[in-house]
């Protein structure tokens, strides 16, 4: 099924504190969902990314729970739009992502459900960072053409199985995803898609990326 033809199941939005930041995001809960993913945005991405809800739609036919979030206020997102520098602060948007799975695991229906992240560009080191910190919580991660490498020291402690996902003509993101590979000391799988670029664009590529992170979060989330 194409990228343009595939039906999404519609969030609910919803509205999280982190560090004293009112976050925005997209909650979409299918019927006996096996666990909740949680999406890092990054590289001026944000929930309304139609390659994020692709991912997520396929992950909804798992079916898994998937929470799209701004990391961002959308004050800072116009800021960032001029600078470009909130992007890679992954320690900031690492801190509010471990405050919004501390919100997840205080709502009655989602806390018995394990948790994987799925992070994109920087999001994915805000991802990696986060597994580190909440290492008890974070069972999967996933990353798009992220920047693991950005995640640095962390990447020692992470113990989240991780997926690194990247295109075979994104030459630069896969050197530094195969550097950060040989930090992680956990379970750890690099998949190159060839003539894939950056933003899989490519026909095919999305769908790829789409059915790897499906495939990993369902085997590492249910293992629990």
Sequence with gaps: ?????H???HGQPV????AGHQLEGDLTVPPDARGIVVFA???GSSRFSPRNQYVASVLHEAP?????????????????TRTGHLRFDTDMLAERL????????RLPAMAALPLGLFGASTGAAAALLAAASRAETVRAVVSRGGRPDLAKLALDHVRAPTLLIVGGNDLDVLQLNQR????LHTEVKLVVIPGASHLFEEPGALEEVAQLASDW???YLERT
Excluded: C, N, Y
């Design 7 to 9: 039906v999404r199941t």
């Design 180 to 183: 950060a590979m040989a930090q």
């Design 41 to 43: 945005h990054g590289s």
């Design 1 to 5: 099924m194409t990228l343009l033809g």
């Design 98 to 105: 471990v405050a919004v799975m501390d919100w997840i695991e």
């Design 217 to 219: 979060f369902i085997k």
């Design 64 to 80: 898994l729970a998937t929470l799209l979030l701004d990391l961002l206020t959308p004050d800072e997102d116009a800021i960032d």
């Design 15 to 18: 509205h999280v504190t982190a």
